[in-house]
């Protein structure tokens, strides 16, 4: 009995361990917004590194905003600067945080707090192996912008 007990949790353990295993991600970070207002000047950059530039790789933005976030869409721009330091890509994004028409929220959460995750770039290739950074502008009207919790990117291989 207690050997069939054992087992049975190693087992768990070991699925536990395999299901959380993220074997495309090669980066994700996110950062938190002080006292959730974004301000305009406020530019959060993330650095990671490419090794494989044959690789395809997909870009995510994650978002997390609090229900009294007074807009059901956000704008970001994403400035990509590669490992020269030159600008390699920019992208004005406009992600939906709430339903247009109704109101409620979109995204993962519970309660009154929501995070989502949008694509900002689809199968694409870096060109050099080396550092890159990932600049995110907020680009709506109001300063500072309540209701935005953090923000942050994922970078993580196209599965073959």
């Not at 007990?5 to 190693?10: G, T, W």
């Not at 299901?19 to 990671?48: G, H, M, S, T, Y």
């Not at 060109?127 to 912008?145: E, H, S, T």
């Amino acid at each position: 009995m207690i050997k069939s007990f054992r087992v049975l949790v190693s087992l768990l353990s070991l699925g536990l361990f395999l299901a959380n295993c993220d074997a495309n991600r090669v980066f994700e970070e996110n950062q938190d917004i002080e006292n959730n207002q974004w301000p305009v000047a406020l530019a959060p950059k993330f650095e990671f590194e490419i090794t494989d530039t044959t690789q395809q790789y997909n870009v995510f933005l994650n978002v997390r905003n609090a229900i009294q976030y007074p807009f059901y869409n956000l704008y970001l721009r994403h400035y990509l600067i590669g490992p020269d330091g030159k600008q390699i890509n920019t992208m004005l994004h406009e992600m939906y945080l709430m339903d247009p028409k109704t109101g409620e929220p979109r995204g993962n959460g519970t309660g009154d707090i929501f995070d989502h995750r949008f694509r900002a770039l689809k199968n694409v290739r870096f060109p050099q192996a080396g550092k890159y950074q990932l600049k995110l502008n907020q680009y709506m009207r109001q300063d500072p912008l309540p209701g935005i919790m953090s923000v942050g990117i994922r970078v993580e291989k196209v599965a073959p």
